[in-house]
């Protein structure tokens, strides 16, 4: 899951900067990385993945 998360961050990078496709391409990989969050909560690897990932939208929203 977490490495399906982190392809999909990097295709979200390809398109243009507040596209809707962008947007949908993040919030898959940031339920893929919560789903593997549930499954190892205490990997930091994926929590940092998560955290920049949550960013990323968070900026591409305003």
Same mark, same amino acid.
């Given at each position: 899951?977490?490495?399906?998360?982190?392809? *999909? &961050? %990097?295709?979200? #990078? @390809?398109?243009?900067?507040?596209?809707?496709?962008?947007?949908?391409? *993040? &919030? %898959?990989?940031? #339920? @893929?990385?919560?789903?593997?969050?549930?499954?190892?909560?205490?990997?930091? &690897?994926?929590?940092?993945? @998560?955290?920049?990932?949550?960013?990323?939208?968070?900026?591409?929203?305003?």
């Amino acid at each position: 899951m977490f490495r399906w998360g982190v392809a *999909l &961050q %990097q295709r979200s #990078r @390809l398109r243009p900067g507040s596209s809707k496709e962008k947007l949908k391409l *993040l &919030q %898959q990989a940031k #339920r @893929l990385y919560e789903d593997a969050l549930d499954m190892d909560s205490n990997n930091m &690897q994926v929590k940092d993945a @998560l955290s920049l990932c949550v960013s990323e939208l968070n900026y591409r929203q305003f």
